[in-house]
Nanobody, 123 residues
Framework: QVELVESGGGLVQAGGSLRLSCAAS????????MGWFRQAPGREREFVAQ????????YYADSVQGRFTISRDNAKNTVYLQMNSLKPEDTGVYYC????????????????WGQGTQVTVSS
């Protein structure tokens, strides 16, 4: 089992930036697929980005392509989500997730989930 703790959320004006962090502990970090999801009030949780960094590309939802970047620091067991040019529709609780498997783009089939961090983008 992997424990995940997100941080870095907050309130930002439209056009601004935030960097979310997801600190992982537990099993070997390097073999996991890591993903970011978000959930707005009254809506289902949706895929944002994922990466495996073992020979497969990173993937992004169309709505964030070109604005968000997922990256990882193996030495710190941490995955990041750099969010630029934020829009009010990016508001939501952002969740980090990990899987011991290589997952298809947008899959929700992760083994572990963090508690989430709130991102609010004002217009």
């Amino acid at each position: 089992q992997v424990e995940l703790v997100e941080s870095g959320g907050g309130l930002v004006q439209a056009g601004g930036s935030l960097r979310l962090s997801c600190a992982a502990s537990g099993r070997t970090f390097g073999s996991y697929t890591m993903g970011w999801f978000r959930q707005a009030p009254g809506r289902e949780r949706e895929f944002v980005a994922q990466g495996s960094w073992i020979g497969v590309p990173t993937y992004y939802a169309d709505s964030v392509q070109g604005r968000f970047t997922i990256s990882r620091d193996n030495a710190k067991n941490t995955v990041y989500l750099q969010m630029n040019s934020l829009k009010p529709e990016d508001t939501g609780v952002y969740y980090c997730a990990s899987s011991a498997q290589l997952l298809a783009k947008g899959s929700h089939g992760y083994d572990s989930w963090g508690q989430g961090t709130q991102v609010t983008v004002s217009s």
